[in-house]
């Protein structure tokens, strides 16, 4: 991995910044040592003490510029431990967007080829892979994987394949011949039609395992009175596809 960028915490202020970095709050102006590492505190010219932390993958959620609705920490969770990702697979990825799922291949140890057919979303997820110290692990491509097929199954095979888009089942059907094999397949679809048809395809072409998963999470509320789930609504995110090669 490349520098990665460190968190500065004070109380329930947090900024995400880079080692040389000078940035300016309410508490004075940060100016954050080329020199920095976990564990320093780094105080602000008008005496505020900032704590300074290594960057964990929850805060990539939290901080790195966004240029849609990232995938939620509870379905990346998911995509890491069906897949088995890890350090010296290759995988394919398409969806970049704001690229939280392909930061946490790369800071998993794996190489990450990904595409994304928005020029100002590539710009973005190319800067929050710096962000997140994996610039040397993730290649974003700016264009549309459908119409890269035939030379990516050239280039590969891949490990794993992962796939945020709409036009995901156009891509399944050459999961044969992109994966490994044993290699996994992970489909993200926001509704369950898109999700459909990818499993009917998967199938058609001969894949394995295929299971089609959604994540439902309760927050838990303790108070005096007793202990029961939050009555906050329950939030749909999407609908997890996986799938094996042959």
Known sequence: MTDAAYLLVHEDREYLLEPGEEFGTDLGVIEVPEDVSA??????HLGTVFEVRALRGPDLFNHLDRTGAPMMPRDVGLVMGHTGASGGDRVL???TGTGILAAYLGRAGADVT???VDDEFADVARENMVTAGVADRVDVRTGDLTESLDALADEGPFDVLTLDTGDAPAVVDRA???LASGGHLAVYSP???GTREAALVAR???????????TIQREMDFSDRG??????????TGYLLFARAP
């Open 39 to 44: 564990g320093d505190e780094v105080e602000t």
């Open 93 to 95: 990825d398409a969806g």
């Open 114 to 116: 990904s595409y994304e």
């Open 176 to 178: 044969d011949d992109l």
């Open 191 to 193: 509704f369950v039609e």
């Open 204 to 214: 058609e072409a001969g894949l394995s395992e295929i299971e089609t998963l959604e």
């Open 227 to 236: 202990s029961r789930p939050s009555t906050a609504g329950v939030g749909h």
